[in-house]
Nanobody, 125 residues
Framework: QVQLVESGGGLVHPGGSLRLSCAAS????????IGWFRQAPGKEREGVSS????????VYADSVKGRFTISGDNAKNTVYLQMNSLKPEDTALYYC??????????????????WGQGTQVTVSS
């Protein structure tokens, strides 16, 4: 069955970096968009970045452009989110999710059918 497992979260100082991983099984990331989302306490879930290998598209939220980079390793069926220049406002539970096949990269939560359990990112001095 479809499964998504996030890893790589942790505690980091402002200005630091983390790389999140989203390991997929039960489907191929070659054909499905993968998105990263985050949710801070008391706030709605928001899209951070998305990648679609089939459509060769990526998208980023304005708040992370120039700091975060999404990439995929189709051989490992894994998508990564490299996060640099982290800020306290990046603190949240980060989730990866996947869409139906051949969907363009998108930050719309409603486009995603399967979700991982999340990995916590805390940016604090």
């Amino acid at each position: 069955q479809v499964q998504l497992v996030e890893s790589g979260g942790g505690l980091v100082h402002p200005g630091g970096s983390l790389r999140l991983s989203c390991a997929a099984s039960g489907f191929s990331v070659d054909y499905h968009a993968i998105g990263w989302f985050r949710q801070a306490p008391g706030k709605e879930r928001e899209g951070v970045s998305s990648i679609s290998s089939s459509n060769e598209t990526t998208v980023y939220a304005d708040s992370v452009k120039g700091r975060f980079t999404i990439s995929g390793d189709n051989a490992k069926n894994t998508v990564y989110l490299q996060m640099n220049s982290l800020k306290p406002e990046d603190t949240a539970l980060y989730y990866c999710a996947t869409t139906r096949p051949f969907t363009r990269a998108t930050l719309h939560v409603s486009e995603y059918d399967y979700w991982g359990q999340g990995t916590q990112v805390t940016v604090s001095s």
